[in-house]
């Protein structure tokens, strides 16, 4: 759980919605997902792309709080429970400056950002992963694991099978573009 400062001052965040929008039973409108955070008491609410990233600010400071709020916020206007976490532009911050700045996702490369679950140790979690050596890249940072490899290793890597991994459940991934992007987001 991370906590920030109590100054009573607005904190910014972004809100991970895990598995909207690729499936039929979760289809989520982002004019309504933007207005169900507000209704929720949550201000400057902002989406990004339709995969469910919300960038908000409140002056509650706990995470976990602000989480459960919004899952219950969720499910009570689209009827469907959405796991969802919630990480403070300061720990984005933190993540997206722990991508190696080469790292890209394009046509050549694969970095990928999976956001864990509170009960998730990432220093644990790496070493319940598939890899194969030389091939993947994994580095371990607080509530998160960065992921990276070349394209053309794909088929060697242990990131297609991750979604066989018990620990694809207690997560939601993002690519490092879509992470740099929101952190930028988060500062400006």
């Known amino acids: 759980m991370q906590r920030c400062s109590r100054t009573g001052k607005k904190m910014r965040y972004i809100a991970f919605l895990r598995g909207i929008n690729v499936g039929a039973s979760t289809k989520v409108s982002m004019p309504r997902l933007k207005a169900c955070f507000k209704l929720s008491g949550l201000e400057e609410v902002r989406t990004y792309i339709n995969s469910g990233n919300v960038i908000f600010s409140s002056k509650e400071d706990i995470e976990l709080n602000l989480r459960k709020k919004i899952e219950r916020a969720i499910e009570h206007e689209f009827g469907v429970a959405i ?18 700045t080469n790292w890209r996702n394009n046509s050549d490369q694969k970095t990928d950002v999976i956001f864990l679950f509170d009960d998730v140790d990432p220093q644990k979690a790496i070493q319940n992963i598939e890899t194969s050596p030389g091939i993947d890249e994994l580095i371990a940072v607080e509530n998160a694991i960065i992921w990276h490899i070349e394209r053309k290793n794909y088929a060697k890597s242990g990131m297609h099978g991750f979604i066989k991994n018990p620990l694809y459940k207690k997560s939601t991934t993002r690519n490092c573009n879509t992470v740099r992007k929101l952190d930028g987001f988060l500062r400006g």
């Open 83 to 100: 796991p969802t976490l919630v990480v403070s532009a300061v720990r984005l911050r933190d993540i997206s400056e722990a991508i190696e």
